[in-house]
């Protein structure tokens, strides 16, 4: 086995799949609004040292008409990591020092006006930590009410771009993704779930680089499939005053996982990323009232049930 | 020097003065509402073994005409603590299983629905891990303008109760408490702080636990006197929406630091605490905006550089 670094033509590659997600996801949505539109922040990562840095371009709509805020951000940085965390991602206790990383990703967070289209949120990245390397990422749907078809689809389109490359990579990701994004105060997963998946590459030849950028690559250009159909479904019906507030209760929850238990977050305000990009997951309106439950709607009760018992939504790649 | 347990009498002792500060200071609060009240919830903690468990009292009063949201809990709970913790605690990286610990302890988080009138926190709690038993707490402000006399008002009142006991105290905890309420990913403290303290008594001789016993009730006693003058001298201010906007950005910050880097969150959630009530400190509604610089005006840009750069609020303990 070759432990290589990894090849600069193909992140160069990736770096450009990164960003042509942004433009063409970012247009897409933008095609729902009539009157607001993305606006575009370039940033800079400042990092002491020969070509430490880098930065991002970070996309936001906020006040639309069908997304209360949409981001859409892309990040390429490069520098150095803390000793701790150096260690932890290099899983070698006797490191010394900071080690050399890069990273770079595309990460969305679509927060609809409207309860009746749930959140989504994806991420796709790649890191290198001195000479080893992995690919990280994954989509997940966060919704407001029970919609099996919608829950299906979402999975299908998962499946199917899994299947493309790897047929027991959906399951084994699903399943990541019930776990990782789970609430243990709660006892709940923040949402019904997606892929989730990390570290795939790291130890592998360098050979089989090509075949990890693929999967990645598909499931960056799916994402339009994945989630607008969904838009478009629900877009126009119509939700009650107590319908919107259930919504602000959730977006609680999903505040909730991002502060204490995303590790993306934690890394992004490890590093020095800017904090405003790294927190446009954050939702633009939320609430909390510890007595909620009390008012919980046959419907929501049994989302709810849905969030502690993950189920399964996709049990072919076959569908319609 | 003498390592004995805490006294059972005294720890009975203050949590009388627990509850009695939940009763006084929650009465305090109801009389400034016309139509709402406190909710009173008894909750139990779950741990198997003989006497374990425990539990609290949360007091809730939602949707007040003053009080947006005001949260008082006591909690008195028993049992033992995951392995890293104890560790940490008992600092000690040889300890093996579980310790044993109690915990207990008033807390209360105050979110006014007047930008006018700042948010308070306080909270003093006894923890007592195997043979080891420590006093920790404190009080700070966060308001959503620059209003000096306020300031002011509450490091006075906080210096002169701690004089009473050790004049050294007060400068302390002021630094200690600038320095625990800051965000790092934002640069800021989350208010213009008041006192914080912990492991008072730590380590020290039976002897002394009645001192510091002494010096924690005095602060518990001294809540009415620290923040109601500061609600009174607000509460019929008019404010615009665009100052109720700051408020709700602001507190975002808030949510940002109980979930991002809270002690006494962590624990609670860590031990089997009741969800709802350590969350109580969450405000009722909330915004983000990551856009939201573009919008401040002269006072809330004042009120930012304070928070960027901790001030001295009390010179001297005599005040008017």
Redesign the interface.
């Known amino acids: 086995m070759t432990v290589s670094p990894f090849p600069d033509a193909l992140r160069t590659e990736f770096i450009s799949v990164l960003y042509e997600t942004q433009r063409s996801f970012t247009e897409a949505l933008e095609s729902y609004e009539s009157t607001q539109t993305f606006?575009t922040t370039p940033w800079e990562r400042e990092e002491d040292g020969h070509d430490y840095g880098g930065g991002g371009v970070?996309m936001?709509l906020?006040n639309g008409a069908v997304f209360e805020q949409a981001?859409v951000n892309v990040s390429v940085v490069k520098g150095t990591l803390p000793e701790p965390l150096s260690r932890r991602l290099l899983d070698n206790n006797e490191f010394r020092g900071r080690a050399l990383f890069t990273a770079c990703g595309v990460s969305l967070v679509i927060h609809p006006r409207s309860p009746k289209i749930p959140t989504t949120h994806a991420n796709f990245r790649l890191l290198t930590v001195e000479n080893r390397w992995w690919f990280g990422g994954g989509a997940d749907l966060t919704p407001y009410e029970v919609n099996e078809e919608d829950f299906s689809h979402f999975h299908a389109v998962l499946r199917r771009t899994c299947d493309i490359h790897d047929t027991n990579a959906y399951l084994k990701y699903k399943k990541w993704c019930d776990e990782y994004f789970y609430l243990?105060?709660?006892g709940e997963t923040r949402g019904i779930g997606g892929i989730f998946f990390d570290y795939l590459g790291r130890g592998e030849d360098i050979e089989k680089a090509p075949d990890y950028y693929r999967f990645v690559e598909s499931h960056c250009y799916a994402l339009p499939s994945l989630y607008l159909p969904i838009v478009d479904r629900n877009k126009d019906k119509t939700f009650t005053d107590k319908e919107k507030a259930f919504q602000l209760l959730r977006r609680?929850r999903y505040?909730?996982f991002n502060?204490?238990y995303d590790k993306g977050t934690q890394f992004g305000?490890a590093t020095g990323g800017r904090?405003?990009?790294?927190?446009?997951s954050?939702?633009?309106?939320?609430?909390?009232?510890?007595?909620e439950k009390e008012y919980y709607s046959p419907n929501e009760a049994a989302l709810l049930e849905i969030l502690r018992t993950p189920r399964s939504w996709s049990a072919s790649s076959s569908f319609a």
Chains 1, 2 share one sequence.
Do not use: A, K, Q
Not at 275 to 280: A, V
């Open positions: 606006v970070s936001l906020r981001g243990p105060h709660r609680g505040v909730e502060l204490l305000l904090t405003e990009s790294i927190l446009m954050l939702p633009p309106l939320v609430t909390w009232d510890p007595h």
